[in-house]
């Protein structure tokens, strides 16, 4: 069973255009998050939403834009790509309460822009 | 805000020797929570260990400890018995009040046989 998925694994697009990530949680979390992992592997939030609320919003360029339409998923539109969007993304989801919850990890969507 | 420093971006150890890896914080919180995780090639981030700051007692996993040290804001990761597997990247990460993951730059790991 997986636990927290993402499609497409791998995506490469030229820049300009515009792309999708897709997220999706099978564990019963409440809150989801986008992490950006750079060349040099250094990983970095970008956003959080809880029940469909989002909650964490770091600095990220108004290209980005998360949408949760239920809590088990959460989808990442990037419009007008660049170069140095190139990276790894990264989806998690946690159990979010008085006693905080570890995150778990999908398995990554590689996105090169030419 | 919060950093978490990791000394060392390569480390290598002999197959069935132990392995320490380094990670200090920079908080003011008195609640948090800090993990280990590794990512093998397959750049799966999985989970090895968590530690509670409540907690004065070290979290241990089958062959991973950590050994931490609350007051100088240390954690280190001691792998024993290394194994051939155990070659990934390994990100200290911190988690405060904010709810999000604050990541160390990572130490690449290798085993060798």
């Known amino acids: 069973d997986t636990a927290v998925s993402q499609t497409p694994k791998y995506l490469v697009t030229q820049m300009g255009n515009d792309k999708s990530i897709k997220c999706e949680q099978n564990?019963?979390?409440?809150?989801m998050y986008w992490y950006k992992q750079d060349s040099k592997k250094f990983l970095k939030i970008m956003f959080s939403y809880n029940n469909k609320e989002l909650i964490i919003n770091e600095t990220v360029p108004n290209r980005f834009s998360p949408k949760s339409p239920d809590k088990a998923h959460l989808n990442l539109h990037i419009n007008s790509l660049e170069l140095g969007d190139s990276a790894v993304y990264f989806c998690a989801s946690s159990l979010r309460g008085v006693l905080q919850e570890t995150q778990y990890f999908g398995p990554g969507t590689r996105l090169l822009v030419l | 805000a919060q950093t978490v420093t990791q000394s060392q971006p390569e480390m290598s150890v002999q197959e069935a020797e132990t392995v320490t890896l380094s990670c200090t914080y920079d908080t003011s919180e008195s609640d948090y929570y800090l993990f280990w995780y590794k990512q093998p090639p397959s750049r799966q981030m999985i989970l090895v260990i968590r530690?509670?700051?409540?907690?004065?007692q070290n979290a241990t996993e089958n062959r991973f400890s950590v050994n931490f040290q609350k007051a100088a804001k240390s954690f280190s990761l001691k792998i024993s018995d290394s194994q051939l597997g155990d070659a990934a990247m390994y990100f200290c990460a911190y988690e405060g009040g904010s709810e999000k993951l604050v990541f160390g730059k990572g130490t690449k790991l290798t085993v060798n046989p």
């Open positions: 564990l019963g979390h409440d809150t």
């Open positions: 530690q509670e700051a409540y907690k004065q």
